[in-house]
């Protein structure tokens, strides 16, 4: 029986299960796999990054964009803890990312080994399954588990600790056979209970002003047509998250728009005050949607809520029929039950969506014309809107660009063309998540938009993008100012600004000085063309726009509005 080494065993099990891409970064208990990488003829490609952080993002934003699986990789020790921001990131936006990261050996533990530390106690809270490996043998095994558990039920990101001892046994290569659609998510799929959908439906249909109100997980399912099938059923309007849009086109009659406290407004509020039946699919209800659990009123409206969690279902508010399922199948057949019911649209969803969106934009088309300087943010949502194709995908950071680019951003594509991450709203996500995207959709032109506290927190993966000739469009929103903390303090805390400020960086000359061909804009008139120069071209580009603070600006933030 011939056998192999665990090295081998490990990145030959990626390769039977599909896998295209690992993004990481090199350590000396990695030595063993990075060999068994360069001896083996696998057909992936390692990108190596500047830091674990960005390989993880890297790995998350390849993974919204293609439908596989993203893998990342990292060193014991310090890479353990490094790459922590990203896996938490991804299994709490269900994103299926596999990490692994190497270890001191077996054989040490417990011996002060440098590097030493419980790394499955450590990812234990930050992903949905965890191991570290004890011997070679384990290791097909354990990779198959890994698959099965990321992208079936409720997707999520897992974690193997892979010693350095572990990588240097024998593996017998007949154990190495992988089931390749596990790396597609989701698989596996669970419709919801066919009685609840009959119960579901019976309450759509004696509505008279049901709203859905849309999570993630749509795009995530790929049900983007079963969604507007029930809508335009019932003439309900299509309210979404920041991490639902690309579940309705945004030209779409019934598509109302982001609602909450980022990215929401005072007219797509009132739509959500206006219902009398809430549908929240895929959709959690968190305090951002809700803007803390006002908004739709705990108590007054009747809710369904359809989530392949059992657990997330009538967390946050009663419902009144309860849909456990993947959102395409379970969505089809409330699509099939409302037609053979005999649904009827109504003309409700229709008037309050248009009435809605001609008033904020309203607003948004004077602030985004301005030639005020510094430069507006909305004039760069506005410009942006015009320069890129639909096929773009735009990844903001949870700054300065998030809530505007969420409110104001259009795109008339189903799908994931816009990206935040709204799990836990890190700084530094923007850049390394494009650059990741870019592997996983090639064809498609990748934006990054960032704040300049962003930028600081990234800019060491330039080097990255240029050595490896990326061709993203990026975008800093410069203020010099953590803009949120400082529109904060301006808003409930008395405009007692402390320790939010710092000095302007030249990021188009930092830029530069990686090899990035870069540009600084400061006077309106000239955003477009430099915009468009940054968007046709063929290798990475850097627009540094000199902006308004948040603080004084009138971003889609519900507490600051108010």
């Known amino acids: 029986m011939s056998q192999v080494t665990g090295g081998e065993a490990f990145a030959r099990m990626l390769q039977l299960h599909g896998v295209k891409h690992i993004f990481g970064l090199c350590g000396d208990t990695s030595l063993p796999f990075y060999d068994a990488m360069y001896r083996l003829d696998h057909g992936m490609q390692h990108i190596l990054t500047r830091d674990e952080r960005s390989a993880a993002y890297m790995a998350d934003g390849y993974a919204r964009v293609s439908g596989r699986v993203g893998v990342c990789e990292g060193p014991s020790g310090g890479g353990a803890t490094y790459i922590l921001p990203g896996i938490v990131e991804a299994n709490e936006s269900s994103i299926p990312v596999l990490c692994f990261t190497s270890d001191i050996s077996v054989s040490a533990r417990g011996r002060y080994a440098l590097t030493e530390l419980d790394q499955q106690a450590l990812f234990k809270p930050l992903t949905k399954w965890n191991t570290v490996l004890d011997t070679g043998a384990d290791i097909p095994r354990v990779l198959r588990n890994a698959f099965k558990q990321m992208t079936t039920g409720r997707p999520g990101a897992v974690h193997i600790g892979l010693p350095y001892d572990v990588q240097k046994q024998a593996v017998d290569e007949s154990d190495l056979w992988a089931d390749p659609s596990l790396n597609v998510y989701p698989s596996r799929r669970d419709c919801a209970d066919p009685a609840a959908i009959a119960d579901a439906a019976k309450l759509l249909i004696a509505a008279e002003r049901p709203l859905f109100i849309v999570g993630g997980g749509v795009v995530i399912s790929g049900a983007e047509a079963e969604l507007i099938a029930c809508a335009e059923g019932l003439g309900a309007p299509v309210a979404t998250t920041i991490s639902g849009q690309g579940s309705i086109g945004d030209a779409h009659p019934l598509a109302l728009g982001v609602v909450g406290s980022n990215g929401g407004t005072l007219p797509t509020r009132a739509v959500v005050q206006a219902a009398d039946l809430i549908v929240f699919v895929t959709c959690r209800a968190g305090s951002v949607t809700t803007e803390r659990w006002r908004f739709p009123a705990p108590g007054k409206v009747n809710v369904i809520q359809l989530d392949i969690d059992p657990g997330v279902i009538g967390t946050n508010y009663p419902v009144a029929v309860g849909l456990t399922g993947d959102a395409k199948l379970t969505l089809a057949a409330l699509r099939d039950e409302l037609n053979s019911r005999g649904a009827r649209q109504g003309d409700w969803g229709r008037k309050a969506v248009a009435a809605a969106k001609q008033e904020k934009f309203s607003a948004f088309r004077q602030l985004a014309e301005s030639n005020d300087r510094p430069i507006r943010p909305e004039r760069v949502v506005a410009e942006l809107n015009r320069v890129l194709p639909a096929e773009a995908v735009v990844v903001a950071d949870p700054g300065t660009p998030c809530p505007y680019f969420s409110a104001y951003y259009e795109n008339d594509l189903t799908g994931r063309h816009f990206i935040s991450n709204r799990a836990h709203g890190a700084l530094g996500y923007s850049m390394a998540a494009a650059a990741g995207a870019h592997f996983g959709r090639p064809g498609a032109?990748?934006?990054?938009?960032?704040?300049?506290?962003?930028?600081?927190?990234?800019?060491?993966?330039?080097?990255?993008?240029?050595?490896?000739?990326?061709?993203?469009?990026?975008?800093?929103?410069?203020?010099?100012?953590?803009?949120?903390?400082?529109?904060?303090?301006?808003?409930?805390?008395?405009?007692?600004?402390?320790?939010?400020?710092?000095?302007r960086t030249d990021h188009a000359a930092v830029a530069s000085a990686?090899?990035?061909?870069?540009?600084?804009?400061?006077?309106?008139?000239?955003?477009?063309?430099?915009?468009?120069l940054a968007v046709e071209a063929n290798e990475p580009v850097l627009v540094d726009v000199l902006s308004q603070p948040l603080q004084e600006a009138r971003a889609p933030v519900s507490e600051w509005i108010a």
């Open 445 to 503: 032109k990748i934006v990054s938009v960032m704040g300049d506290g962003s930028f600081g927190f990234t800019v060491g993966e330039l080097e990255t993008i240029c050595r490896l000739k990326i061709p993203l469009a990026m975008v800093v929103i410069s203020n010099s100012v953590y803009g949120w903390i400082k529109a904060g303090q301006k808003t409930g805390f008395g405009e007692r600004y402390f320790s939010v400020d710092f000095s």
């Open 514 to 532: 990686f090899g990035v061909k870069s540009y600084t804009v400061d006077d309106p008139a000239k955003l477009r063309e430099t915009l468009e």
